[in-house]
Structure formats: C-alpha cells, structure tokens
C-alpha cells in the first residue's frame, strides 16, 4: 500500500492491521517451519514473531502513555536482555499460543492508535536525546516489521526452493 491518500494515521494502523493478517497465516506452517532459524545461529520464525509481541508491549506501556505528557519517556530496556526474554518465551510457547499473542498485543496497539487524532501523528515527541513526530517514529517501527518479515519470508521461500 503506499500512502497515497491515506493521512499518516491510515498508513500506520493499515501496516498494523496487515501486520497481524500476515502473523496469522504464518499459523499454517509446519512445525518445523516454525521453528527454522532464519539464518545459521540466528533466531527463529516463532523468536522474531515473540520479539515483535514484546516490543508492542513495550510501546503500549511505556511509550504511548506518555506522548503528549509533560512526563519524561522511561528509559528504554537493555535490548540484548529483552531479545533474550522473547526467544526463552518463544520456545515455551506453542505456535498458536505465540501467533494468538502477536495478534493480541497487535490490536491493542491498534486499538490506542485510533484513539490519537490524526493532527497529533505530525507532533515532535521527545525520545532520550532526539525529537521526531509520531508518525516517524511508528515508521521505524513499520520498518522494524519489515525487516523482521523479510527475514522470515526470505527463510520460508529457500526451505521450498
């Protein structure tokens, strides 16, 4: 979908809502699908999907609450410890656990989304060091997506080949 049209707000409640169609139908694979590394030594399918669960949680709790406030961000957590907490998680949990957690969290953060008005997603919002509009930095969210969903893509297209 390109942005065309649609105000910065569709753009990133579109990608969110496609985001979870897409985890969804991930809930066909097999198994051992599943469970493949997406590269030699790397996380796997069910990891980086439990790793996209964790960071909406943390977004819903520890950043949206705090948009457009006079209160300071909490410091965002030790990324390597958190990566760590989500692969542990992944491997406890079963596919449709994890795939119906995503799709949990993802709607929830859809959910608090909507409930901003459009005018606030070109607002600065203040990040440690740095100010960026709402809408960038939902972008680098997307774009975090993205990534993750091409790595998984990439794994399922070379395990058919």
Known sequence: MNGQGFSKKQQVIGHFEDSIDWVQSLSQ??????????????????????????????????????????????????????????????????????????????????????????????EAISLQSSKVSLYEYLEGIMQHDVHHFEQIKQVLNDKDA
């Open 29 to 122: 694979l097999p198994e051992e699908s599943w469970r493949l590394p997406i590269e030699q030594g790397k996380w796997s399918v069910a990891e980086v999907v439990r790793h996209l669960v964790l960071w909406d949680e943390f977004i819903i709790n520890k950043r949206l609450p705090y948009l457009f406030t006079s209160q300071d961000m909490p410091v965002p957590p030790d990324v390597e410890v958190m990566n760590e907490k989500a692969a542990i998680q992944a491997r406890n949990d079963s596919k449709e656990e994890t795939v119906d957690l995503f799709e949990q969290t993802r709607r929830e953060l859809v959910n608090r989304l909507n409930d901003i008005e459009d005018i606030r997603y070109e």
